[in-house]
């Protein structure tokens, strides 16, 4: 059944993200699994300087039209025949993308996944266009700005197909920055009604499965490594050392409730963007682990210390940016706030342990952790005993 689409309650009780929605989120990181690997073969070849540019440039694609799926999801989900058929196409989109990413990586050819772009992006249009039709006002106006927004950067990404390969990076700058400004223009006058626990819990998710695609990446190189080197004793300490640092990156990111912070626009916008380095050096450290797997049987060219750093350094950045975007914002008192920026120049420092980086990385993480429970532990220790004992009779005495 059809209908117009309406703008979502902000205080909808109950609101939480729908199987679509999973659905959307796992078929997105099938291209960030191929960013992830390209990445990988770079690395391991010696080619860090365009192993990373090109990962940066390709994960802001997906992760950009997953940004404004799920924020346009969380103000405007009507569940209905449109919208279901709508979002599959921009997962089609998603899949041709990925289809490119190998071919855009070694040959500079973008053709494949610019084609998948535009079909995410004018799906998203399309999505938009149907909001306005439903709106009236600011709110219409709000979303004929972000129909006409995303169709400019569009043609904007056609440089993409004409100009050298030594371009392309400053074409990426550069569109991405208009890709970026489209939101904060197009709710100057009135700020869609997404929703804080929704997107607070639409993001969570989204983390969840890239740290799991990490988990499978790394996976799959360990055994991939002992069949063919017959070598545990070199893997299992760099397996371990990365399975550490998975979970914990997992506990640090939902220790706190983070939809309590998202209050208004200026918050969540920096919160959102803030993400692009939260997921792409969450799914750069999966790729680090494969490197570091290659190194340690011989099969990668690059040193230890290289090999190293491609784990601790996006694990570092990980730890850095959750705390600055997302968890400082729930901490009291200096020591809460110093465990996280302290636990990431330690594992930062890993870097220098050589073939014994990854293991330390993980117990760093671990005990980054350990340190963390107990400081709650003892917060809210503390806060009980500062409440007024309570009476077991609560009649007033004589």
């Not at 804080?196 to 998710?205: M, V």
Request: contains cysteine; glycine residues 8%.
């Amino acid at each position: 059944m059809t209908v117009l689409m309406r703008a979502r309650s902000r205080d909808e009780a109950h609101r939480a993200a729908t199987p679509l929605e999973l659905f959307f989120d796992l078929c997105f990181v099938v291209a960030i699994a191929q960013a992830g690997r390209q990445l990988v073969h770079d690395l391991a070849q010696g080619h860090p300087g365009h192993g990373i540019a090109g990962y940066l440039m390709l994960f802001f694609t997906v992760w950009w039209a997953w940004v404004n799926f799920s924020w346009f999801s969380s103000a405007y989900d009507t569940d209905d025949v449109p919208y279901r058929v709508v979002a599959l196409v921009q997962i089609a989109g998603v899949l041709v993308l990925a289809a490119g990413i190998p071919r855009a990586f070694t040959a500079g050819d973008f053709r494949v996944v610019w084609f998948g772009y535009l079909v995410m992006r004018l799906a998203m249009v399309t999505q938009w266009l149907r909001a306005a039709h439903g709106s009236r006002g600011a709110e219409r106006r709000a979303a004929l700005r972000y129909a006409a927004g995303v169709t400019v950067c569009q043609i904007g990404w056609l440089a993409l197909l004409f100009l050298p390969a030594g371009d392309i990076p400053w074409v990426f700058v550069v569109m991405g920055l208009l890709e970026l400004s489209v939101p904060a223009l197009a709710e100057r006058e009135r700020r869609t009604s997404w929703h804080p626990h929704h997107i607070a819990e639409r993001y969570g998710l989204f983390t969840i499965i890239v740290l799991g695609e990490t988990v499978s990446a790394a996976t799959v190189a360990v055994q991939s490594a002992l069949d063919e080197h017959k070598a545990p004793g070199v893997l299992l300490p760099v397996a371990a050392g990365g399975l550490l640092l998975v979970f914990a990156a997992y506990w640090i990111y939902f220790a706190v409730p983070i939809h309590l912070h998202l209050h208004s626009n200026r918050q969540a916008f920096l919160w959102g963007y803030g993400h692009y380095l939260v997921l792409g050096s969450a799914a750069a450290v999966g790729a680090g682990i494969e490197v570091a797997v290659e190194e340690s049987v011989g099969t990668a060219q690059l040193s230890a210390f290289a090999a190293a750093a491609c784990v601790t350094v996006p694990g570092a950045l990980y730890i850095a940016t959750v705390w600055l975007i997302h968890s400082r914002h729930q901490k009291r008192g200096p020591a809460q706030q110093l465990v996280l920026p302290v636990s990431a120049v330690l594992v930062l420092a890993c870097t220098f342990a050589g073939h014994g980086a990854v293991p330390a990385a993980g117990l760093v993480a671990a005990a980054t952790v350990a340190v963390g429970v107990t400081l709650t532990a003892r917060q809210g220790t503390a806060l009980a005993e500062e409440q007024p004992p309570r009476s077991a009779d609560p009649r007033p005495r004589a």
